[in-house]
């Protein structure tokens, strides 16, 4: 009989860098197939988080345990190849004159050039589905260097999805976006939680109206410390958000989607 095992967990986490608390008493539960955002001013610690929880760096204190594997006690090549992650500006790191296919094929690998020899025709299916998944079958052929900003981030949504993993990280992936891309996007995460429904996703913002419907917990920072954590109907409000951002902030829900403003007559400082 199988254990279930959280995606992600931490506890008491912190992170010291010089002389400063970069994250401070974190405690956090993630179950397979949640959908997060992970939401913050500036400096609030969010890029932090997302290391942690991609693997790549180690808590100064406390523990951390990602897909059932705990952090210092296992091979963290072998669980990095479990989760995915889209950067912004991942795009610039990788060469731009390499067709799209190509692009979405190396995240099979891992690489940032193509090993043909590696990608059988079971590979390439994938990335035809995935493509195909976040309306970019018809750039499969286009150069990246070519392509839009919005097609860009749906390229490396692709691509960070090859290798199957079952966390996916994605840090400010609307940042730079235009309204329309933004919404195409949304509109993509919103299918892949809909086909893949035991995926487990992360995605830190700035801003609610980025969010996808799909979306089910949120995680609130202010100063690397937490300030809200849970189910968004519980920790997503007006007063836990007017904490985080230490602003008075409204939040509204229309159509499965949020918005969140000032109130009219309010004036910093």
Not at 39 to 61: E, F, I, R, V
Request: proline share 5%; glycine share 8%.
């Amino acid at each position: 009989m199988s254990v279930h095992k959280p995606a992600i967990l931490m506890q008491g986490v912190r992170i010291r860098r010089g002389g400063s608390w970069l994250l401070n008493g974190i405690d956090w539960r993630v179950e397979p197939g949640e959908q997060w955002a992970l939401l913050g001013p500036n400096g609030a610690g969010k890029s932090t988080l997302l290391t942690l929880a991609a693997a790549t760096t180690h808590p100064t204190a406390g523990t951390v345990e990602l897909l059932g594997e705990r952090m210092g006690r296992t091979d963290v090549r072998r669980l990095r190849e479990r989760i995915g992650v889209v950067e912004a500006r991942l795009d610039r790191k990788l060469d731009e004159s390499y067709d799209v296919a190509t692009i979405v094929l190396t995240g099979a690998t891992g690489t940032r050039i193509p090993l043909w020899e590696r990608y059988d025709e079971q590979v390439k299916d994938r990335a035809d589905v995935l493509l195909e998944l976040f309306g970019c079958a018809d750039l499969a052929g286009r150069p990246l260097g070519i392509c839009s900003q919005g097609e860009r981030q749906r390229i490396l949504l692709a691509r960070a999805l090859m290798s199957a993993p079952r966390l996916l990280l994605l840090d400010e992936p609307a940042a730079a976006l235009d309204l329309p891309a933004r919404e195409a996007l949304v509109a993509a995460l919103e299918a892949l939680a809909a086909s893949d429904p035991e995926l487990t996703t992360v995605l830190a913002t700035h801003h609610l109206e980025e969010l996808p419907r799909s979306t089910t917990h949120a995680l609130l920072l202010h100063g690397g410390e937490l300030v809200a954590s849970g189910p968004v109907e519980e920790s997503l409000t007006s007063e836990t958000l007017s904490r985080c951002f230490a602003i008075p902030i409204e939040i509204t829900r229309r159509d499965g989607r949020w918005l969140a403003h000032a109130p009219a007559g309010w004036r910093r400082g």
